[in-house]
């Protein structure tokens, strides 16, 4: 008998707490092989200093289920590394905590850094015959991770993004008597996924967003300046849509050309959005009235608008995670297979952990359109799928219940 | 056999399109009475350059279903402001165009300009001896109309903000082990209502948000840094909220503080919002990481977050409001007046439009306590029976179906 602890690490999103239900709900489900799952407090760095909790209480008691759906992190995340040099003494003191609780399965939920911890763990332990499988089970809103269909995050950080594109659409819309622009800055440093999500918000063709900029494509402020005043003869209350990553294709963000801005009261220089540059770029040029709008952490972080898919995939990768750990599978991410489009199909796979951390998936070139300010209709196969299907957040007083550590 | 005439005016809410609904269906149920429904495409200024919509096809095909739950203005809105002068010529151009319309019914749903056009409509046909009944609906995400208990659109307005904060303050808390501030940037310049309701977030007493600041009260920085650094203390992720228009007491908006902040690459003069003075004022004098989030145009146009109370008692107030012009009514504002809070239980009334237009109802000082930091029980007391509720949008491909003009 032995025993499972879990952690989570990275940003938060809607879902990483669906993947920490899938691995204790399926732990607790093999009591011939587990007798507990404990959960690291803030990750890796929790762990070693010796804060975890234990997650058999919670499952005995109602609160599982309330982790189920909330947002955030529960067990709290991390953004430690591990040392390369795998003889660093950090390893074999970890390892002595593993072997003191008993740990024969790891699991780490989280992006390309968390994958990361996963390689030099499994590693550490391949090279000093530990038996303790390692597994990592994917999340990032940035569907940025390779050898997986995508990433447990992304659906619902998705279906988000075009619902409040289209109710920023409902409101741009409302003094449509005037010309205006309104440019949406969207999470994204060097992948555009989440970007690209925006198009979904399309009601018929040729309706907003009518322009869409991915940081894979370099940003024109010039050719966009064409654009915004061809789009305004069509559309008066134009909706665009950009990455916070866009750049100029040589290295800079778009966000930089405005670094010269002063400083603040306090003598702090003034950083500015790549939306807010090209409102005021869009102002200078146009002349419209012209708004910037950065989407905030409700981004990563809103259960109002989970997908259904990707809450039963991110539980599904936990849930699989321990199945594969149990059939003695170490070193590996968990992966999605998609099967097909119509009706959409998946199955879950394993891949090795080492071929995963440290790169970056980004979106094709060839589903950048539109002179690199529209999203093609394969994408839009692609993502749909993964934002199906309404969830029901239990509610008390008129507000979502979220699980809390007490 | 006369028609009915409705408009819609100023900002846009989640609901502003339930009252239109509620006029819409109403007046099409008295057909001994009313033979067409008209809406004005931007408010008066659109019905003055003959920009009409017939209302009776939308209700025979399934459209107008879809209408009820969008979000933003369907018809579209102004800030169009009749003169003072009621012997200036565009009364009786509009008067020609209502007999030419054989408008019996006049509907303007908005805020407090939209109620200053219903009092000078109704004065110039008191004038002049017209027939034609003129009743304002309210509308105002920032419930600071007088004369009801509150308005249509601020029940899921505060629904979202609460919502929001809450998922705000589990994105802040994944990093636990380390100490933050986030700052909520909340709509509202001169009432606080709305930021108010960030106090139903709180899931336990002393979870945050711990500290609400309200224009009401006068704001003095160096107390909120001292209320900052106790409140670290014991929460060491802490999430405060606060108003948009909150100011020193003397005149000055506290955004305003930071105006000699420089210009941007264009030469425009840079403008911060008072949550981003207090994030610089916070990482310099306390020196925690800290960020401030400015919650955006959903909060007025969410369709995420819909109180069913807010839409029920939205289409309520249109539908009474045509039954009061039907009954001879004309010059009111429909009101909304609580019988009691548990349970909650509401009648409509009508008010005199002249006391209301071109005033406005702040949150009375003694619901605001902890020195200005935060919000009494007697107004959650008041608030909770607002939010109540779930709505359920009607949704196609994984996204809310939005009505739009064609």
């Not at 569907?143 to 075009?162: F, I, Q, R």
């Not at 024109?220 to 005043?229: C, G, L």
Request: net charge negative; glycine share 10%.
């Amino acid at each position: 008998m032995k025993n499972i602890i879990v952690g989570q690490s990275g940003g938060p999103t809607a879902v990483i707490n669906g993947s920490l239900y899938g691995v204790v709900t399926e732990g607790l489900a093999h009591p011939d092989k587990i007798s507990h799952v404990y959960g690291m407090i803030n990750g890796i760095e929790g762990f070693l200093n010796d804060r975890i909790m234990d997650m058999n209480a919670l499952a005995e008691n109602r609160e599982l289920e309330f982790v189920r759906t909330t947002p955030g992190a529960y067990l709290g995340s991390c953004r430690y590394k591990l040392p390369e040099d795998l003889t660093d003494p950090v390893y074999p003191e970890l390892f002595r905590r593993f072997e003191e609780k008993n740990i024969g399965y790891f699991f780490y939920i989280g992006g390309n850094d968390s994958m990361d911890t996963v390689s030099k763990l499994s590693r550490y332990a391949a090279g000093t015959n530990s038996k303790i499988r390692f597994i990592g089970v994917p999340k990032t809103i940035d569907n940025d991770l390779v050898e997986t269909d995508h990433t447990p995050g992304y659906g619902s950080a998705a279906k988000y993004v075009a619902s409040v594109v289209r109710e920023v659409t409902a409101d741009a819309s409302v003094y449509d008597n005037k010309q205006s622009v309104t440019i949406v800055e969207i999470m994204g440093r060097h992948a555009g996924w989440l970007t690209a999500a925006s198009v979904l918000a399309r009601k018929f063709k040729g309706d907003n967003p009518v322009l869409i900029y991915l940081p894979e494509v370099a940003f024109d402020p010039d050719a966009f300046i064409a654009k915004v005043k061809e789009a305004l003869k069509t559309t008066p209350n134009l909706v665009v849509c950009i990455s916070e990553g866009i750049n100029d294709g040589k290295g800079t963000f778009i966000c930089e050309y405005a670094s010269d801005v002063g400083v603040d009261t306090f003598g702090h220089k003034m950083l500015t959005g790549s939306g807010k540059y090209l409102e005021n770029l869009v102002k200078e040029k146009v002349g419209v009235k012209v708004r910037s709008i950065e989407l905030n952490v409700c981004q990563r972080c809103s259960s109002s608008m989970l997908s259904a898919a990707d809450l039963t995939e991110a539980i599904g990768a936990g849930t699989y995670g321990v199945q594969a750990a149990l059939a003695g599978k170490t070193g590996k991410m968990i992966t999605f297979i998609r099967r097909q489009d119509h009706p959409y199909e998946l199955s879950y796979g394993t891949a090795d952990v080492n071929h995963i951390c440290n790169k970056e998936k980004a979106v094709p070139t060839e589903w950048i359109t539109g002179d690199g300010s529209d999203i093609s209709s394969a994408f839009i196969t692609y993502a749909r799928p993964l934002i199906q299907g309404d969830v029901t957040v239990p509610t008390k007083d008129g507000l979502p219940v979220f699980a809390y550590r007490k």
